[in-house]
Nanobody
Framework: QVQLVESGGGLVQAGGSLRLSCAASGRTVSTYGMGWFRQHPGKERGFVASISWNGDSTYYAESVKGRFTISRDNAKNTVYLQMNSLKPEDTAVYYC??????????????????WGQGTQVTVSS
C-alpha cells in the first residue's frame, strides 16, 4: 500500500507561482511513474503532468506546457509540481497519483492505482 499526501496548495494571484509536493509513504514509489491531475469545480478530474520512474521523461497537458514543471526526488520519495504564471483557470483541486507503470506517458486515471487526498489551488484575477 502507498499513502500519498499533497501539500503546498493555497491562494495566489494571477501570474504568481506555487510549488506542490507529494510525499509517499508505506512503500517506495521510486520504480513507478507519478502523475498530477486536477479537478475544476463541477468537472471531471483531468491529467496535468507525469514523470517516469527516474525522472528522465516527463509529459504535460497542453494547457500547462511551458508553465508547469514536474520533478521528483526518489531519495525523499517525493514528487513536485512547480506552477508558474498561474491563471485563474488553473484553480482546481490538485491530486498526485502513483502509476502502475514505470514510464511517463500515461494520461488516464486507470493507469494510476494510488491517489492522494488533493490540495486546493486558487488563483485570483
Amino acid at each position: 500500500q502507498v499513502q500519498l499526501v499533497e501539500s503546498g496548495g493555497g491562494l495566489v494571484q494571477a501570474g504568481g507561482s506555487l510549488r506542490l509536493s507529494c510525499a509517499a509513504s508505506g512503500r517506495t514509489v521510486s520504480t513507478y511513474g507519478m502523475g498530477w491531475f486536477r479537478q475544476h469545480p463541477g468537472k471531471e478530474r483531468g491529467f496535468v503532468a507525469s514523470i517516469s520512474w527516474n525522472g528522465d521523461s516527463t509529459y504535460y497537458a497542453e494547457s500547462v506546457k511551458g508553465r508547469f514543471t514536474i520533478s521528483r526526488d526518489n531519495a525523499k520519495n517525493t514528487v513536485y509540481l512547480q506552477m508558474n504564471s498561474l491563471k485563474p483557470e488553473d484553480t482546481a483541486v490538485y491530486y498526485c497519483a502513483s502509476s502502475r507503470y514505470s514510464g511517463a506517458r500515461y494520461i488516464y486515471e486507470s493507469a494510476y492505482n494510488y491517489w492522494g487526498q488533493g490540495t486546493q489551488v486558487t488563483v485570483s484575477s
